[in-house]
């Protein structure tokens, strides 16, 4: 019998990492089609998640890392009431020709203006005009927590 018709035993080297780029083209590697949060839903996240570990008393285990996560994003989420980071959401969510990668960004940066946002996130200049940027950009500002 011959081996060559059994499969692999071992999966596939994955991309040595920091090949990955956020240019003009997106190199994301093996992240391309990861569900990305904006730091509004990620401080949501982790502020349901001790709440829970809090009520059950669990070993909260809040290391200086989870701390000084926290304490990141609580400065530079934008969004802060929960009913906003889910409208946010669905804003960004209806742009299917954005990558997952690039609503976050933009949820995430909440630029002023499409220029300044296409000059964060080189990829959409081909993606989305100026003016639909602009509109999801005053959408989301009204939302936003000041």
Do not use: W
């Not at 008393?57 to 000084?68: G, H, I, P, Q, S």
């Not at 909440?110 to 220029?115: I, K, L, R, S, Y």
């Amino acid at each position: 019998m011959s081996d060559q018709n059994h499969a692999p035993t071992s999966r596939s080297k994955p991309p040595p990492p920091g090949e990955e780029e956020a240019g003009a083209v997106l190199k994301l590697g093996e992240f391309e089609n990861v569900d990305t949060l904006t730091l509004s839903e990620a401080s949501l996240v982790l502020d349901a998640l001790l709440t829970k570990r809090r009520k059950d008393r669990k070993d909260r285990n809040e290391t200086d890392v989870l701390n000084k996560t926290l304490d990141y994003l609580d400065a530079f989420a934008r969004f802060k009431e929960k009913e906003n980071v889910e409208a946010v959401e669905r804003l960004l969510s209806a742009r299917k020709e954005l990558t997952k990668f690039e609503r976050a960004q933009i949820g995430s940066l909440c630029c002023d203006g499409a220029d300044e946002c296409k000059t964060m996130i080189p990829s959409l200049a081909d993606k989305i005009s100026d003016e639909d940027l602009q509109e999801l950009l005053d959408e989301m500002a009204k939302r936003m927590s000041h």
